[in-house]
């Protein structure tokens, strides 16, 4: 049995209006760290509401641990963790009150869990007697986590746990995964960082309410069929609306320090050159595609 | 680069109680340039950005924008600069057109300017025809598009943008920075803020700010040099990492 069967889901809001989510089906392995990679208005917290049963889909069929989302909700909600991108604690009540308040919930005590989240609430157990409402993003995201493992669910949901966190605290979470999944656990996890792709088992790139393709992140940017260049200048402006124009250029994006040229089999490099030697400081050279390049590729498709 | 200088700070402190938000901070931006300000959760960029837009009176030292004193003529900033933030913050329940007038009308535009800028901001948005349309059904990479440029809309010297991309699509994103350096390009002064560290790569110089001070600043490539880093992610981290204080 997979931990996540989805088949066919969709969900629309306002009467039909809104389609946040337009036929998606794939299927998460026992012990996967699934990652939902997309925008905002892709449809992942809608997805993770109608996983964790706090919505009804219009049509489809999705299980989770082998339990059908919409008949069988009742055991589900015990089985799994759920972690909303709002900060959705109790913000009077302290960081120990609102631990022990969600194990009451489930009907367990703090001690039993205590080995499972103790790597994640040790490092705010110092300020156990704080209210939750006055701790930092870093340490209320720490005990949104610890609350949401504290009934040992076998799958957990997390909606963007990661947006507008740095660099340096971002890796330190998903180094906390990794520990969460050498647990056993499966986790569901979404994100709007392309670069946080690498560290999932597999992907799912999602828009606008559609799956635009699912592997692992090594194979996902495999399908990338086009020949991919790295080009810079001294004035970055300029060289990306002359490349544009360029034959052969299907596309030109910036893309850090170089810009992206993606090139079909027209295109000629020493061509290039010669026609943009104009360009103070010109060059070009071959690029890996990642996950990002991938993702507008199968945006624009 | 442009010599003219637009922002100036000396040893700008802000501080709570016994509790230094900002520690010293020094810098000049100039003319047309893309200002990166990075820094970790609570590293102090909000509370420094205030200043700079006129909302917080430092504690101590000095500085300029736009022409105007930090520690004196907070509102005669507010007048003369943009700000974008994150949050969306124009008003759903008016069309495209009304809340440019709005904010025309906010910073002191008449109705002929209002007219003038709000139609060449459309045009070059391709938005004309959205004018009429109500903001709240705009596609959100639309809505971050139209703030800026109504953020832009009395032709600021300088906009504060604080950020700007988050949560966007990945080729919404890259459209957006595209309206960044024309902006640049034509003069305007873009700060701004981002926890995407390849956009870090696209500005003119970049400041990054640990524990309240600012710990380096230079060109992307210079600072990849200094500290033998393949990215700016990778010489973000480095500085993040001996962080002293949390957010």
């Known amino acids: ?301 | 680069m442009n010599s003219e200088i637009v922002i100036s700070v000396r040893e700008l402190t802000k501080r709570f109680g016994d509790f230094t938000a900002v520690d010293r901070i020094s810098f000049d931006v100039h003319r047309g340039e893309i200002f990166g300000f990075l820094g970790a959760n609570g590293a102090g960029k909000t509370t420094a950005m205030r200043m700079l837009c006129g909302l917080s009176y430092p504690t101590a030292g000095s500085g300029s924008v736009a022409g105007f004193d930090v520690m004196r003529e907070g509102e005669k900033i507010k007048r003369h600069i943009g700000y974008m933030s994150q949050r969306f913050s124009l008003y759903n329940d008016l069309t495209v057109w009304e809340n440019m007038r709005l904010f025309a009308g906010i910073y002191g535009l008449n109705r002929r300017e209002t007219e003038e800028r709000a139609s060449a901001l459309l045009k070059r948005l391709n938005f004309e025809a959205e004018r009429d349309t109500l903001v709240g059904s705009l596609p959100l990479g639309w809505k971050q598009k139209l703030s800026f440029a109504i953020a832009t809309i009395h032709r600021p010297e300088v906009v504060f943008l604080d950020e700007p991309t988050g949560g966007v699509d990945p080729v919404t994103r890259r459209q957006f920075w595209e309206l960044i350096y024309e902006a640049a390009s034509e003069g305007t002064t873009i700060f701004v803020t981002t926890h995407y560290m390849d956009e870090a790569e696209y500005c003119s110089r970049v400041s990054i700010m640990v524990d309240g001070e600012v710990r380096a600043l230079d060109t992307p490539a210079r600072l990849k040099q200094q500290f033998a880093a393949e990215s700016m992610d990778e010489v973000f981290r480095t500085l993040a990492r001996g962080a002293q204080r949390g957010e």
């Open chain 1, 1 to 301: 049995m997979k931990a996540i069967e989805i088949d066919n889901l969709s969900k629309s809001y306002n009467k039909g209006k809104v389609q946040a989510l337009s036929s998606v089906s794939f299927e998460v392995e026992r012990g996967e760290l699934f990652g939902l990679i997309g925008p905002d208005g892709a449809g992942k917290t809608t997805l993770f509401r109608l996983l964790t049963t706090l919505l009804s889909p219009d049509a489809g069929r999705a299980t989770v641990d082998g339990y059908d989302i919409v008949k069988e909700y009742h055991a589900i909600r015990s089985r799994v963790g759920y972690m909303p991108g709002r900060f959705s604690l109790y913000p009077d009540l302290s960081v120990e009150e609102n631990l022990q308040f969600f194990a009451a919930l489930f009907g367990v005590n703090v001690e039993e869990s205590y080995d499972l989240i103790a790597p994640i609430y040790k490092q705010i157990e110092p300020f156990r007697t704080r209210r939750a409402g006055k701790l930092s993003g870093g340490m209320k995201q720490k005990l949104a986590l610890s609350c949401a493992l504290i009934h040992r669910p076998s799958i957990l949901f997390l909606d963007e746990p990661t947006t507008g966190v740095d660099a340096v605290s971002r890796s330190e979470f998903w180094d906390m995964l990794a520990g969460l999944k050498e647990r056993g656990i499966t986790i569901l996890v979404s994100t709007p960082y392309m670069d946080e792709a690498s560290r999932c088992d597999r992907i799912a790139l999602c828009n606008e309410g559609r799956i635009l393709g699912i592997d692992t992140p090594h194979d996902i940017v495999r399908g990338f069929d086009n020949r991919l260049y790295g080009i810079s200048a001294k004035n970055m402006f300029t060289l990306l609306e002359r490349a544009r124009a360029m034959e052969g250029v299907v596309e030109c994006y910036p893309f850090g320090q170089r810009h992206h040229l993606v090139a079909d089999d027209s295109f000629s490099v020493e061509q290039f050159t010669r026609q943009l030697s104009d360009i103070e400081g010109l060059e070009i050279a071959s690029a890996e595609p990642t996950i990002e390049d991938m993702f507008i590729k199968l945006m624009k498709r």
